[in-house]
């Protein structure tokens, strides 16, 4: 059993940025791909972002792409996702999730995919 907790959530302004980190209880966090997604309000959860058990694969949602920024210390068991230029649209619930059955460089972007999931942070971006 895996728990994740996220954190680094908040309120900022639109171009602003927000480092969000989800720690994970247990010693087989390295074994896990990790992920990103979010909801917003009066919307299905969404795929944002993943990173591969290896850390060598990270896709990202066209929505995202090249403005956040997915990594993981797996000494410190945990994962991140560096949030830049920040747009209202990203207003959401973000939540982190594991994938314990992910291979070395597999990595899945469906959230049926995830085994284990935070709490979620709020983040909200205003204009």
């Known amino acids: 059993q895996v728990q994740l907790v996220e954190s680094g959530g908040g309120l900022v302004q639109a171009g602003g940025s927000l480092r969000l980190s989800c720690a994970a209880s247990?010693?087989?966090?390295?074994?896990?791909?990790m992920a990103w997604f979010r909801q917003a309000p009066g919307k299905e959860r969404e795929f944002v972002a993943a990173?591969?058990?290896?850390?060598?694969?990270?896709p990202y949602a066209d929505s995202v792409n090249g403005r956040f920024t997915i990594s993981r210390d797996n000494a410190k068991n945990s994962a991140y996702l560096q949030m830049n230029i920040l747009k209202p649209e990203d207003t959401a619930v973000y939540y982190c999730?594991?994938?314990?059955?992910?291979?070395?460089?597999?990595?899945?972007?469906?959230?049926?995919?995830?085994?284990?999931w935070g709490q979620g942070t709020q983040v909200t971006v205003s204009s």
């Open positions: 990173i591969s058990v290896s850390g060598s694969r990270t």
């Open positions: 247990g010693r087989t966090f390295s074994s896990y791909a």
């Open positions: 999730a594991a994938d314990r059955t992910a291979t070395v460089v597999n990595v899945r972007t469906s959230a049926t995919s995830y085994n284990y």
